[in-house]
Every structure is written in C-alpha cells, then in structure tokens.
C-alpha cells in the first residue's frame, strides 16, 4: 500500500456500514479519503480518532440520487485536491419488495443509487485522472454476490437489486475491457460480498425479531472489516495485477 500513501480516494457511502470501513482502512494506510454520504457527520469523528500517520479524512455532504449534487462533488474534488486516485463505489442498497407489486419510484431509487451514481462517479473521476496524466487508478466497485445469480441468498425482494447488482457485474467488466484496450494502466475490481453485518443488515435483523430465524440472516455473517481489508489487498496488490472480481462469502453461506 506503500506507493498510495498521500494520494487521495474518494469513498460513496462512507457514513456507515462497508463504506466507514473501507474509509477507515484505507486512512490508516495513509491514503488521504474523501468520504460522501448525506449525513457525513460520523466521518468527521473518524477523522479526529486515528493515529498519526493516517491520511486525512475529509466528508462531504451529497445525495447520490441527485446529479448535481454528484457534479457539485466533483468540483469540490477538482478545486481543493485536482483528481482521487481511486474511487470505492460503495453506496448502494434500496427498498425490499416483490417484482410484481414494487413501486416504480423504489426502482428508480435503486436503480439511481447503484448504477447510475457508480457509473457518474467513474466516468467524473476518469475525466480528472485524464486531465491531470495520472495513469495509475484503481475504480473499485462494491457488487454482491446477488450481481451474479438471481438466487442468491435465497432472500426475498431483492429481485429489482439484483438487476441493478448485475448491471455493476457487467459495467466493471466492460469498463476493464475499454481501458486495456486503450493500455490503460487504471485498475477495475469489482467486489461481491454475501452478507454483511452493516448498518442496513443490522436494522433489518431487529425488525425481523424473531422471525429471523431459519433466514440467511441467522447464520455467521461478514464483518465490514472484511471488506475494507479485501479493498486494501485489491489496491495494494503490484500494479500489474489486476484482480477483476473477488468474491467473499461468510463461511458456510449458500450463494
Ligand atoms: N450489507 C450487505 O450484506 C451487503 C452485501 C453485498 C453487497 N453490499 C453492498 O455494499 C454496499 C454498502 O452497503 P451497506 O450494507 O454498508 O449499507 P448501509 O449500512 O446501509 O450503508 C450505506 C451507506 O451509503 C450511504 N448512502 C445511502 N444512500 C445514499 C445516497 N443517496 N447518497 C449518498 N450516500 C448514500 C449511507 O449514508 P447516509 O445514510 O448518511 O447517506 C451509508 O453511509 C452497497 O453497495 C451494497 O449493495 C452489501
């Protein structure tokens, strides 16, 4: 991780859950994070807790489901810092709810959040690296195993996100795909986690009470350290690898 010690990474959803994780990780690398949520106050916290030698942390107020405020980030990253050398597309999620019945406003929702705001950020953060000849990025985007087979999980509702999950298994591929043609050296992984015991999965848990058992949920479940540690092996790995899919399962967990 040496060689992006002071550089800059731009984390989405970096208030809570598997982006405050990754936001963590990868400050006490070294990497100076600018994290995005639309309530960032916990990251101003995070920032006054690590220890010497971790990158700053710096948040920033943005609704993702809003294209301006996604073009207002991108401004303030071009004024004070120029261009981040990596992006974490982490926010993501949405509303539960069943193809047959779910509103068309929960899918816009979802389908904002997870593909359209990924897909922004990454072209936003391509433009900056380009315009200031940096050659050696890395776009990390944070998938599920529910972006791969339609069964995953066996958890009900998630059919309108697993549609958007496999359109992020899809974009990381083709977007990997364009920059080698170009010889680009801008590294694209795509992680696809099972479950993690993040903010949303915990309250879930507690609204399902006792009707939690038997469910996926009642199991071994990922820690959002785990994720932000796969962030920090994908970013550190040399720069002629390029790990293009990981997949992570708690142990045990049927995907
Ligand atoms: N947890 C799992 O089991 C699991 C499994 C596989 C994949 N994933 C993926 O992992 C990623 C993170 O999920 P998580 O479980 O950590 O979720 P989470 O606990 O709900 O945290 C979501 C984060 O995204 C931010 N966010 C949500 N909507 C936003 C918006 N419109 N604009 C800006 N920020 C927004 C939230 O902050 P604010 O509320 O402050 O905006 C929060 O920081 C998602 O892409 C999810 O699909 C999760």
Same mark, same amino acid.
């Given at each position: 991780?040496?060689?992006?010690?002071?550089?800059?990474?731009?984390?989405?959803?970096?208030?809570?859950?598997?982006?405050?994780?990754?936001?963590?990780?990868?400050?006490?690398?070294?990497?100076?994070?600018?994290?995005?949520?639309?309530?960032?106050?916990?990251?101003?916290?995070?920032?006054?807790?690590?220890?010497?030698?971790?990158?700053?942390?710096?948040?920033?107020?943005?609704?993702?489901?809003?294209?301006?405020?996604?073009?207002?980030?991108?401004?303030?990253?071009?004024?004070?810092?120029?261009?981040?050398?990596?992006?974490?597309?982490?926010?993501?999620?949405?509303?539960?709810?069943? =193809? *047959?019945?779910?509103?068309? $406003? &929960?899918?816009?929702? #979802?389908?904002?959040?997870? %593909?359209?705001?990924? !897909?922004?950020?990454?072209?936003?953060?391509?433009?900056? =690296? *380009?315009?200031?000849?940096? $050659? &050696?990025?890395?776009? #990390?985007?944070?998938?599920? %195993?529910?972006?791969? !087979?339609?069964?995953?999980?066996?958890?009900?509702?998630?059919?309108?996100?697993?549609?958007?999950?496999?359109?992020?298994?899809?974009?990381?591929?083709?977007?990997?795909?364009?920059?080698?043609?170009?010889?680009?050296?801008?590294?694209?992984?795509?992680?696809?986690?099972?479950?993690?015991?993040?903010?949303?999965?915990?309250?879930?848990?507690?609204?399902?009470?006792?009707?939690?058992?038997?469910?996926?949920?009642?199991?071994?479940?990922?820690?959002?350290?785990?994720?932000?540690?796969?962030?920090?092996?994908?970013?550190?790995?040399?720069?002629?690898?390029?790990?293009?899919?990981?997949?992570?399962?708690?142990s045990g967990q049927i995907y």
């Amino acid at each position: 991780m040496e060689r992006w010690r002071g550089k800059h990474a731009l984390v989405t959803g970096a208030s809570a859950g598997i982006g405050f994780a990754i936001a963590e990780g990868l400050a006490r690398a070294g990497v100076n994070v600018i994290g995005c949520a639309r309530n960032p106050s916990t990251l101003e916290e995070l920032g006054e807790k690590l220890p010497p030698g971790s990158g700053k942390i710096f948040s920033v107020k943005t609704d993702l489901e809003k294209e301006e405020e996604i073009s207002a980030l991108f401004h303030e990253i071009q004024t004070k810092w120029g261009h981040v050398d990596i992006l974490v597309n982490n926010a993501g999620g949405g509303k539960m709810g069943s =193809l *047959e019945s779910q509103s068309t $406003e &929960d899918w816009q929702q #979802i389908f904002q959040l997870n %593909v359209l705001a990924t !897909s922004i950020c990454t072209r936003e953060t391509l433009k900056l =690296l *380009e315009k200031d000849g940096i $050659e &050696d990025g890395h776009i #990390i985007n944070i998938n599920s %195993v529910a972006g791969h !087979s339609n069964t995953a999980l066996t958890i009900d509702g998630i059919g309108f996100y697993s549609g958007a999950k496999h359109m992020i298994t899809a974009i990381s591929k083709n977007l990997y795909t364009e920059l080698a043609k170009k010889k680009s050296k801008i590294r694209v992984t795509s992680i696809s986690p099972g479950i993690v015991s993040s903010r949303v999965v915990k309250q879930y848990k507690e609204a399902l009470g006792e009707n939690v058992k038997g469910t996926a949920l009642d199991a071994v479940l990922l820690e959002c350290k785990d994720i932000s540690d796969a962030v920090l092996y994908v970013v550190g790995s040399p720069p002629h690898v390029v790990i293009t899919e990981l997949t992570i399962v708690p142990s045990g967990q049927i995907y």
